[in-house]
């Protein structure tokens, strides 16, 4: 690329949302940008926005201006496709934005939650690919009394129909009488996994819902609704699956 082609470096990083020009050259300065594995420090460096990989602090910055990126709570009931042929609900009748999106893994429908949307296919493919291992975090509720080791059993791990199965972390979040919510997290994402491990441990769940999916964490997302990822969320994603 001649000196004459392609968009400025600080200019670039300012529209992805980095913060300031003056920002931007700062980073930049200080060594902080690489443009396709490169460290770069010259303010006046060009890059092409749709095809330069830059990352900031060894994490990724989308530069493409098409990319979308949302994280949605999905209400119990809801089929979690963008279109369903039986007629339920499905997550097309919340999406308000133009752009076709793939959903990244899915929830049942009785499960609510966060679940991630994109028109970016290979962030959507690499989330989902088992040999990532992307973290997702649930809380559900069950009923106690639950003993002391139940934590210690599911870390351990159990063995289901379709092969053993385990949490990588688990706590009780809150109790009250026999209602007990738990926090369990997994890596892994194989069918109604949550429930089936809990049951097999004694414990069938009453209510779930994920409130976490690698970096991304729902808060006080409302069912049914939907906020875009901010530019630090799309960049620990990218990381968490090695782009």
Known sequence: ???????????????????????????????????????????????????????????????????????????????????????????????????????????????????????????????????????KTYLAEIHGPIPRDLGKRLRAGMTLEDGPAKADKFRVFDQVGRRVLVEITLHEGRKHIVRRLLKEAGFPVQQLARIEFGPVKLGSLKPGTMRALTVREVGELYKAVDL
């Open 1 to 135: 690329m001649t000196d004459n082609e392609g968009v400025r470096l600080q200019k670039v990083l300012a529209e992805a949302g980095i913060g300031s020009r003056r920002h931007c050259e700062e980073l930049i300065g200080e060594g902080r940008v690489t443009v396709d594995g490169k460290k770069v420090f010259r303010f006046g460096e060009r890059v092409d926005p749709q095809r330069a990989v830059i990352h900031v602090d060894g994490k990724r910055v989308e530069t493409r201006a098409e990319m979308r990126y949302y994280a949605i709570n999905k209400p119990r009931g809801v089929v979690s496709t963008m279109a369903d042929e039986r007629g339920r609900k499905s997550l097309a009748d919340y999406v308000e934005v133009p752009e076709r999106l793939f959903h990244v893994g899915r929830l049942d429908t009785d499960t609510e939650g966060l679940i991630l949307l994109t028109n970016d296919g290979e962030l959507s493919h690499r989330l989902t690919h088992p040999s990532y291992g992307v973290y």
